[in-house]
């Protein structure tokens, strides 16, 4: 059984940072795609961030470019999302997702089969 556990979030302040893990465990993904996602209340879940476990190559959604980091410790088998300047609308619960098949760096939250449970990240003005 593949698990996926998300930890780090919490309350914050306008321009604060903060860093999320993922970290993995049942199977190892090789060459598989992890990413990140968050659902505000009332919203989509949207795409945030992803990485390649091949090569590290990364991919952003625009509002997030530029003060998130993607990162992975493949050794620890952990992903991280290493937040910066944060802002009140980066309010959500951010959910760790990994692609059991293929290596491109997909946007779509159906091309991801496994998921956390989701952690809440709260930023206040």
């Known amino acids: 059984q593949v698990q996926l556990v998300e930890s780090g979030g919490g309350l914050v ?16 993904f090789g ?20 990485i390649s476990q091949n090569d590290g190559s990364t991919y952003y959604t625009s509002s997030v470019k530029g003060r998130f ?6 050794a620890k088998a952990i992903v991280y999302l290493q937040m910066n300047s944060l802002k009140p609308e980066d309010t959500a619960v951010y959910y760790c997702a990994a692609r059991a098949y293929g290596t491109a760096l997909t946007l779509g939250k159906d091309t991801y089969e496994y998921w956390g449970q989701g952690i809440q990240v709260t930023v206040s003005s």
Do not use: H, K, Y
């Open 13 to 28: 302040q306008t321009g604060d940072s903060l860093r999320l893990s993922c970290a993995t465990s049942g199977r190892t």
């Open 31 to 50: 060459g598989n795609v992890m990413g990140w996602f968050r659902q505000a209340p009332g919203l989509e879940r949207e795409f945030v961030a992803a």
């Open 69 to 74: 980091t993607i990162s992975r410790d493949n």
